[in-house]
């Protein structure tokens, strides 16, 4: 029995390398060919009969935007041909809105740098056309950069585009933030107040019906209760995101969720 106890963390240790493993497996599986997936894309364009090529960025870069947690490499792609056709019709709003897309690909490949480039171009052309909203967007998109290597930085940007936010009355925007927010506080220890900002946001998530968030608030859910030591809801958040995640094929939520709640087990 003793013997048993003493190898059960070595055991849940290898699932968890197991499962990391496993899903750089199944990103490399996944990657198609791009072109492919572009000249698709056009041809629903075509075929929906969207009238004008700013429809066709915007199309484009929503596209971008929804792949960025099953596949960013694709993000960046779409995006590239969102930013292409709004060059040469000279839309700066979608240009803008390609680098920022960009920005958020190469964020979620750890490309800090190229992150950040398209970032400052993105600011650029949002202030040149004086679009707050979207320039707040930016701010968020940087405060999230920050949340790994400056927290006071992230808090300064993240709330910088709340001030925004609350001018323009974006929900969307508004719960992005609180999202980031819940983050940010859960990595500085304080769990309680990380918990207030997330059920801020998942109140707005769910009622613009957004899935993604929704699942994502489960895991950090899972994440803040662990940090509570509150093992058990925290068990009850993670396996629902596991089980939602799985649906959609979110692998970076299906793996971080099975990480904690090794974690939540060896507690």
Request: positive net charge.
């Amino acid at each position: 029995m003793v013997n048993s106890l003493k190898t059960k963390p070595i055991i849940l240790f290898l699932v968890a390398i197991s499962l990391f493993l496993a899903f750089v497996c199944l990103y490399k599986q996944k990657k198609s060919n791009y072109s492919e997936l572009v000249t698709g894309l056009f041809n629903r364009i075509s075929t929906n009969k969207i009238s004008g090529d700013t429809s066709r960025v915007n199309l484009l870069n929503k596209k971008a935007f929804d792949l960025r947690l099953t596949d960013p490499g694709k993000t960046i792609l779409i995006a590239d041909s969102a930013l292409n056709i709004a060059e040469k019709i000279n839309y700066p709003a979608g240009i803008g809105e390609a680098f920022r897309v960009k920005g958020v690909g190469y964020y979620y490949l750890n490309n800090i740098e190229l992150s950040v480039k398209n970032y400052i171009e993105a600011l650029n052309y949002f202030r040149k056309i004086g679009d707050l909203r979207n320039q707040a967007r930016v701010y968020n998109n940087v405060g999230r950069l920050y949340k790994e290597i400056n927290l006071s930085k992230a808090l300064f940007y993240l709330n910088k585009a709340l001030s925004i936010s609350k001018e323009s009355n974006e929900d969307e925007l508004r719960a992005g933030l609180y999202f980031n927010l819940s983050e940010i506080y859960r990595k500085k220890g304080d769990f309680k107040k990380s918990l207030y900002f997330i059920e801020k946001s998942n109140i707005i998530f769910t009622k613009l019906k957004d899935t993604t968030y929704m699942i994502m608030h489960l895991q950090n859910s899972g994440v803040i209760y662990y940090g509570l030591k509150n093992y058990q809801k925290a068990e009850y958040y993670l396996f629902n995101a596991i089980k939602q995640a799985k649906k959609r094929e979110l692998n970076k939520i299906l793996v971080g969720s099975n990480l904690t709640l090794v974690a939540v087990y060896l507690a």
